[in-house]
């Protein structure tokens, strides 16, 4: 115990062993060892003032609640006398230089005090740090721990979706509701190739056409698509599993359905794959990572349930990197069809390559920040991100409930088209999804609009759109905010630590893939404060408005990789299709050369809601060139080159 300083009048003659006001101890509960705290209301907080030994008590004896005399070695250090009670009064009013600690108290106040300091808060002074220390023991612990026995002790974000729900609408009059089901070209005089190479290359309206004229099966086309993927996945390690029994009885339904005059359209037979986030039933769904590589989810995702009533053939889960972050999985770690000395970049990482590899015809994956972007970029494939609420996403893992999406990675845009025409739509296990009123971006004529480029943008787009009637004027986005990336990254990691609180809470993040990712960022998340979520959220709130205002053409074109851009788009929700554009030599090729090669993309970026303007913009292109119809060189790299991990998988 540590007297008070010499300068405080004593109030009463003392003598050894007795209570006295002659000193005092503050202390938090517990930290001083045989000695009883006096708890001051004014205060309310974990800390005690206690008035020590030092001096006789003038005040009339003690008893207990039987009446009897209360011995002077209990006394000594326990009830306070009401003198006793009007010095803890008085010295409340200024305890912090007036009244001493003890050493154990000392340091649990700069320990709390180093808490605050990683929270911003250390602004408050230390009688407030200690209050807060026991009203968060007091009030906000228990809640905490309701709350999540409530609704967090299944990690993965499948149910109990959070009650706020983003809209990333920018004020059109016109109401929610589907306007009708895209109509699209039927092409002509396809004829069946002599190679099932050239098979595994068509677009999916080809594929379509070849079924509904009966050139092909379903039943056949599955087995040719589930042949290149086990030929393949040594070298890329794209699939996580075969769904071959589930592939087959869907392949024989539609060619049964057709050979009885029934025809589901488009996707009528076409064998597809889903990136490993997405539920199916009787299969594994392992979210790319070892805690969960044995889960099986009786679950039909809403994605899943629509391409099913569409016809489509499921013939493979591929890889999502771990918990739906980067290509690194417990499997391994995917490859570029490109160029297979690099990875695929970004979570829907099978996705991506299995469609640039021509294993399947298209994919489903996902984005939270630059998961559909980056890899289809990486792959050089056609890829749509979607307007926020464009597409159901029940079944699904979820890291972030306001930036989270669904969407396809193809051959072409107007692959993409069709696939979104099949899978959009209101999900009643999805509050954030909309029946999103698009036009049919087969018939936007392309004349009237006004499409603005960045200085990134891939200019020969440009010069394509212009000579096809666009309206191409240079163009930037202004806005003053200036912690975009930031922002990005405070909503989905946050998010994302509430969908795995248990998981982290068990240590499970040690047997992550890759500790420098989630691992790390989740620790982190864990000590970011509501109040500047919400102010993360507030600023979200003043960017929207800012590039709406700034928003004065219907597209723009521009990179679809900047890291700015991507978080930007997914803050705010807009759509982007990332459009192959060209390819480049790759650095440190071998001396004898390569047919590898880098791919050059851009983005086609339009409003949220206005999806069918970018998809007009990549068809137009896409209708005059012919870079996203090259096939990449997986298993014919050159005569000096080769091909890592071989074998087949």
Not at 250 to 272: F, T
Not at 348 to 362: D, E, Q
Not at 440 to 467: C, H, Q
């Amino acid at each position: 115990m540590v007297e008070i300083p010499d300068r405080r009048q004593k109030l009463h003659p003392s003598s050894p062993g007795q209570c006295c006001p002659g000193m005092a101890t503050l202390l938090l509960r517990g930290k001083c060892p045989g000695v009883t705290a006096l708890v001051l209301p004014r205060v309310g907080l974990c800390l005690s003032l206690l008035l020590c030994c030092g001096g006789a008590v003038s005040a009339a004896p003690q008893h207990d609640q039987f009446q009897n005399p209360i011995p002077a070695h209990r006394l000594a250090c326990s009830t306070p006398s009401p003198s006793h009670r009007l010095l803890a009064a008085l010295t409340s009013f200024d305890m912090e230089s007036k009244i001493s600690r003890c050493p154990q108290q000392n340091s649990e106040v700069s320990s709390l005090r180093q808490a605050f300091k990683i929270l911003d808060a250390d602004f408050f002074t230390d009688n407030k740090i200690l209050e807060v220390a026991k009203g968060a023991e007091e009030l906000n612990i228990p809640i905490i721990r309701a709350n999540r026995k409530s609704v967090a002790s299944v990690d993965g974000g499948l149910q109990n979706p959070s009650s706020l729900v983003f809209d990333p609408n920018w004020g059109s009059d016109q109401p929610d509701g589907i306007n009708g089901r895209f109509t699209h070209p039927v092409p002509s005089g396809i004829q069946r190739p002599g190679s099932d190479e050239d098979i595994a290359f068509m677009s999916v309206l080809e594929l379509g056409e070849l079924i509904r004229t009966t050139q092909i099966t379903s039943e056949e086309l599955t087995r040719l698509f589930l042949e290149r993927l086990r030929r393949y996945n040594g070298v890329l390690e794209a699939v996580v599993s075969y769904t071959e029994e589930l592939a087959y009885a869907q392949a024989k339904r539609a060619d049964d359905l057709l050979a009885q005059g029934v025809y589901l359209g488009p996707l009528h037979g076409i064998p597809y794959g889903l990136k490993d986030i997405i539920a199916v039933p009787e299969y594994h769904t392992t979210w790319g990572s070892t805690s969960f590589k044995d889960q099986v989810l009786n679950i039909d995702a809403r994605v899943y349930q629509r391409l099913k009533s569409a016809g489509a053939v499921l013939v493979a889960k591929l890889v999502s990197g771990s918990l739906a972050y980067d290509d690194i999985w417990f499997g391994g770690r995917t490859r570029n069809p490109w160029n297979i000395e690099e990875f695929s970049t970004g979570s829907s990482a099978g996705p991506a390559a299995c469609t640039s590899a021509g294993m399947v015809p298209f994919a489903i994956g996902s984005e939270t920040a630059g998961s559909i972007t980056y890899p289809a970029a990486r792959c050089g494939v056609t890829a749509l991100r979607p307007t926020f609420g464009t597409v159901g996403r029940s079944g699904v893992m979820s890291i972030s409930e306001s930036l989270d999406k669904l969407g396809p990675f193809c051959r072409s845009a107007a692959d993409c088209t069709i696939i979104l025409d099949a899978i959009r739509g209101r999900d009643p296990d999805d509050p954030s999804s909309r029946d999103i009123p698009l036009d049919n971006p087969f018939t936007v004529d392309i004349t009237k609009l006004t499409v603005g480029y960045l200085d990134d943008a891939e200019m020969e787009v440009v010069r394509v759109l212009s000579l096809k009637g666009v309206t191409m004027v240079p163009f930037r986005l202004n806005y003053t905010v200036n912690s975009v990336q930031g922002i990005l990254n405070f909503t989905m990691d946050v998010d994302m630590l509430a969908h795995f609180d248990e998981w982290q809470r068990l240590g499970k993040d040690d047997q992550y893939e890759a500790q420098e990712q989630w691992p790390v960022e989740l620790r982190r998340a864990r000590v970011v404060p509501a109040v500047d979520y919400v102010q993360a959220q507030r600023a979200r709130g003043k960017l929207i408005r800012e590039v709406r205002e700034s928003f004065t053409v219907d597209a723009f074109i521009g990179n679809a990789t900047d890291w700015e851009k991507v978080c930007l788009g997914n803050l705010v929700g807009m759509p982007v299709i990332v459009v192959p554009t060209g390819y480049a030599n790759i650095s440190a090729s071998p001396p004898s050369g390569t047919r590898r090669r880098k791919t050059v993309t851009t983005g086609i970026y339009a409003p949220p809601q206005k999806d069918h303007i970018a998809l007009a913009l990549a068809i137009a292109y896409q209708s005059v060139t012919d870079h996203h119809k090259q096939r990449p060189p997986i298993n014919n790299l050159g005569p000096n080159d080769q091909t890592p991990n071989a074998q087949s998988k």
